[in-house]
């Protein structure tokens, strides 16, 4: 399981931030946080309010999203959403085509872990395109004491796996995800996003092949 990491340490875990990573969430969180807002008589987010909604929490989403509507009880909001099944949403995430591919190359040579600020919804989420099998520990915001971006979810995977964060790399589209790998001092794979400072940048899962600490992997 142990391959050379940039440092030369060994490389043993890989951990998936989810929302833009795994999957293309954008459409499921607009449709999801819009009929959120609809129900309580108040207009569709704006773009910043989308990209707040991709990278945080349900409940820092909603307290931002709903900032600008102080009449409206936010505990109402939130027992609202709990009575509400997310299944409807699910069939608007888009699992990035190459996914499969890459957790099925590197299942068998490293620990697989996801670090995310969903609640929930990942469980079913995992389920319904048949991924939990291949990840050994999924830590949500609900897990832990504080979210991404403290380090706290990786502390955890860290305790969980006997890993140190030398030996293990984080897969990332996020400021958040990018404060949170620094809080925990874990080179990141900035997936989609030249913009984060990241030790690698790629555009498709398979491209992580071609990083030096997966040059035993790549064909």
């Known amino acids: 399981m142990d391959i050379t990491h940039e440092n ?26 819009n009929d959120l807002l609809s129900a309580f008589g108040q207009p569709p987010m704006d773009d910043r309010e989308l990209e707040f909604a991709h990278s945080h929490n349900v409940t820092d989403s909603v307290s931002h999203i709903f900032r600008n509507y102080p009449a409206t009880d936010l505990e109402a909001v939130h027992r609202h959403r709990q009575s509400q099944s997310y299944t409807p949403y699910l069939s608007h995430m888009v699992m990035e085509p190459d996914l499969l ?40 915001s609900m897990d832990v004491d504080n979210p991404k971006p403290a380090p706290d979810a990786l502390l955890k995977i860290f305790s969980h796996f006997n890993c140190s964060p030398e030996e293990t790399i984080f897969i990332g589209d996020s400021v958040i995800d990018q404060q949170h790998t620094e809080n925990a001092g874990v ?21 992580i092949l071609e990083l030096k600490p997966f040059h035993h992997l790549a064909r």
């Open 187 to 207: 080179d990141l794979i900035a997936f989609k996003n030249k913009l984060l400072q990241a030790r690698y940048h790629i555009d498709r899962f398979m491209q």
């Open 101 to 140: 591919e890459f957790l099925n190359t590197v299942k068998d040579r490293y620990h697989l872990a996801i670090s995310t600020n969903r609640t929930t919804t990942m469980k079913p989420l995992l389920e319904a395109y048949g991924l939990t099998d291949y990840f050994e520990l999924v830590v949500t």
């Open 8 to 33: 030369s340490t060994m490389l043993k875990l890989i951990v998936f931030d989810c929302d833009g990573v795994l999957f293309d969430s954008r459409e499921a969180n607009r449709i999801y946080y």
